[in-house]
């Protein structure tokens, strides 16, 4: 089963169930997937996006939920963080699980030898190897100043 079609899925459950906040929060998960095809189809693209592509868009708005949180908190505008906290919740049930820092360390190093990297120029192919294996289960952002280190 793909991922789209375990979200629409979830998005008929919730519909019998009356759950309005798991509804919404699908319902804009829907959103953002359908934004992203007709994106694709005008880049001459055809058809629709694939799980990689459905997995960095689940991330990209759990990122932007965890930065509402702590908006909503600084503000003590508290309820609003909860629905935000929820509406998390409910998207990282489609995203696979998170890698442990030691998990992110070997992957790393495995990416590093297999690419067979030295210096910092190849850092690009290292990045490119761990997305094709890895998207949706690491914080890219953190794991290039990792790698960076590394190859400095």
């Known amino acids: 089963m793909t991922l789209r ?3 629409a899925a979830a998005l008929k ?3 019998k169930s009356r759950e309005a906040d798991r509804l919404s ?3 804009l998960i829907n959103a953002a997937i359908k934004d992203k095809d007709i994106a694709f189809r005008g880049e001459g693209g055809e058809g629709t996006v694939g799980d990689a592509e459905i997995l960095a868009i689940l991330g990209r708005m759990v ?3 965890l ?3 702590r908006a909503y908190e600084e503000g003590g505008r508290l309820e609003l963080a909860e629905k935000e ?3 998390i919740k409910v998207i990282e049930g489609f995203l696979p699980r998170q890698l442990s ?3 992110v360390e070997a992957a790393l190093a495995k990416a590093i030898a ?3 990297a030295s210096s910092i120029r190849d850092m690009g192919k290292v990045m490119a190897a761990l997305k094709a294996k890895y998207t949706g289960q690491m914080d890219f952002a953190a794991v290039g100043s990792k790698l960076k280190d590394k190859l400095a």
Do not use: F, H, P, Y
């Open 63 to 65: 990122k932007q939920r």
């Open 67 to 69: 930065e509402s949180v």
């Open 85 to 87: 906290q929820a509406e």
């Open 101 to 103: 820092a030691v998990e």
């Open 114 to 116: 297999e690419v067979g």
């Open 13 to 15: 459950d919730a519909m």
């Open 5 to 7: 079609e375990r979200i």
């Open 25 to 27: 929060t699908l319902r």
